[in-house]
């Protein structure tokens, strides 16, 4: 499934300066072109085999091409700090917005690769790591990047005859590191992983081109070709990855919705209330002090109806926590920088670390929510949005994240009832707006695509809770209990 060069092994240096200046200007051009549409990101993976060529080949890239616009990263191992995320967490951070190119040095197949060579994973657990890539690569794409792969390659013989040139040379002998020499020790074990993750993750939407990297100029106009080449067929492509149409929400056969099952006649006596609210309180704050809770962190995403309590919730969680230990997240409408990353990018970067809370007031599932009833996303976007998220919590959950979801409910008249107070009460008026007045008259869609999220998405990982919300003192009881109860089984305190 590979991308073939049609360059031949080697360019001798006439036809490489009659070519060069031709490609450069058409580089230049594609890159402005691509900056002035800000339609979609370039990223850029340069991987294969040490010693050939990939800094050099990116290197004259850079030359050829405008710089302020192009970001460059070296992924290599995980350090100390990027072990306290999820392994993507670090590829999430320097993905390029929309109009700008990204040079990735490695990328997410990488650790795979060298822990397979090594054997510390086996080839199933290593298949799934790949299916893991695959998945990713398949997001970014779906959500309008342009992904060119390079693998640069060099037979044994060629990498070993390279590694000693280089460090015969007094001024590139710094670029050979005993590691270097480590993997060649490897080479076959290298190989042959590196062929099985290649086969497994060139697909149709990312495809791998393989460079042989002995002759530097051959390399460098068969990238720059296989870039401008693949530039050019997405700029001659459509403007948006899908329409903006909605696709009409379908009610149950019985006229009932998940959430329409909930008893939102739940009440917690006045009497009881402040003792039970105390008592999770402190058990909260025992649990997350806990020296167990420093391998382990949460992320509570907190949806709901308008005025269902989402804000009372948090307020009555954050009250049993440290103040240095958590981040509060309200998402609203995505911004322009946020709008030039892909869909999930805004809530990756706020990931907490291990020992740390994250609460999101709203979440990811806005996609399958507000921007499917209201149409800014097709039904092809929004389905598609259910792997995705669900791809993302299990990185979370793998990575010792406790992740907790809780949809607040209130019934019509609740709502109502709640809107008409905030417009009396001065320091509740900054909450009530047109826009919530105006989703009110489309309560029953919402509460269809809710009931709808909350059935694709409740896993025992990472599952929903509803919480019956009319009565407020029984909601924020739930909430802390059902918090209490998860984080405590996580540290082993039940």
């Given at each position: 499934m590979f991308e073939t060069a049609e360059l031949g092994h080697t360019i001798d240096k006439a036809t490489y300066a009659k070519r060069v200046p031709a490609l450069r200007l058409a580089l230049l051009d594609a890159q402005h072109e691509v900056l002035k549409a800000a339609r979609f990101p370039v990223l850029l993976i340069v991987g294969g085999v040490d010693g050939a060529g990939k800094g050099e080949t990116v290197n004259v890239l850079l030359s050829w091409m405008d710089p302020r616009y192009i970001s460059t990263w070296a992924m290599g191992p995980r350090s100390a700090e990027e072990h306290n995320k999820?392994?993507?967490?670090?590829?999430?951070?320097?993905?390029?917005?929309?109009g700008r190119l990204g040079i990735l040095f490695g990328s997410w197949h990488s650790e795979a690769i060298v822990q397979r060579a090594h054997g510390d994973i086996d080839l199933a657990t290593f298949d799934q790591r790949l299916d893991e890539v695959v998945r990713f690569e398949r997001m970014l794409t779906d959500e309008g990047a342009l992904i060119v792969k390079f693998w640069m390659h060099l037979s044994k013989k060629q990498q070993k005859k390279r590694l000693e040139s280089l460090e015969a040379d007094k001024a590139t002998r710094w670029r050979v590191t005993p590691s270097d020499w480590k993997s060649f020790a490897l080479y076959d074990r290298y190989r042959k992983a590196s062929e099985h993750?290649?086969?497994?993750?060139?697909?149709?939407?990312?495809p791998w081109i393989v460079v042989e990297g002995s002759?530097?100029?051959y390399r460098s106009l068969t990238v720059g070709t296989?870039?401008?080449?693949?530039?050019?067929?997405?700029?001659?492509?459509?403007?948006?990855?899908?329409?903006?149409?909605?696709?009409?929400l379908v009610a149950p056969v019985d006229g009932r919705s998940l959430l329409a099952t909930l008893d939102l006649s739940k009440k917690t006596p006045a009497k009881a209330y402040d003792a039970q609210l105390t008592e999770l309180q402190g058990r909260l704050a025992q649990a997350t002090r806990s020296p167990r809770f420093r391998e382990r962190a949460i992320v509570l995403v907190f949806e709901g109806a308008d005025a269902a309590g989402k804000g009372g919730a948090i307020r009555h969680v954050t009250s049993g926590l440290d103040a240095r230990c958590y981040s509060v997240i309200p998402i609203a409408a995505p911004t322009e920088e946020e709008r030039a990353q892909p869909y999930l990018w805004r809530f990756w970067r706020h990931v907490p670390s291990l020992g740390r809370i994250a609460i999101f007031d709203r979440s990811w599932y806005g996609r399958v929510l507000v921007e499917r009833?209201?149409?800014?996303?097709?039904?092809?976007?929004?389905?598609?949005?259910?792997?995705?998220?669900?791809?993302?919590?299990?990185?979370?959950?793998?990575?010792g994240i406790?992740?907790?979801k809780f949809w607040l409910q209130i019934d019509a008249e609740e709502q109502l009832r709640r809107f008409k107070e905030r417009e009396r009460t001065k320091f509740k008026r900054f909450k009530?707006?047109?826009?919530?007045?105006?989703?009110?008259?489309?309560?029953?869609?919402y509460q269809l695509a809710a009931?709808?999220?909350?059935?694709?998405?409740?896993?025992?990982?990472?599952?929903?809770?509803?919480?019956?919300?009319?009565?407020?003192?029984f909601a924020r009881l739930k909430v802390l209990e059902t918090i209490c109860d998860r984080v405590e089984r996580a540290i082993g305190r039940k």
């Open positions: 999820p392994p993507y967490f670090r590829f999430w951070q320097v993905l390029p917005p929309k993750a290649l086969m497994r993750t060139s697909t149709g939407n990312a002759d530097a100029r296989a870039l401008l080449r693949a530039v050019r067929t997405r700029l001659a492509g459509k403007a948006e990855p899908y329409p903006k149409s909605a696709a009409p009833v209201e149409g800014f996303a097709d039904e092809s976007a929004w389905m598609r949005a259910y792997a995705e998220m669900s791809d993302f919590e299990a990185q979370l959950t793998a990575h406790v992740v907790l009530i707006t047109q826009e919530d007045w105006r989703n009110r008259k489309k309560w029953d869609a009931s709808d999220m909350i059935e694709r998405t409740s896993v025992d990982a990472a599952p929903w809770t509803m919480v019956e919300a009319n009565d407020k003192d």
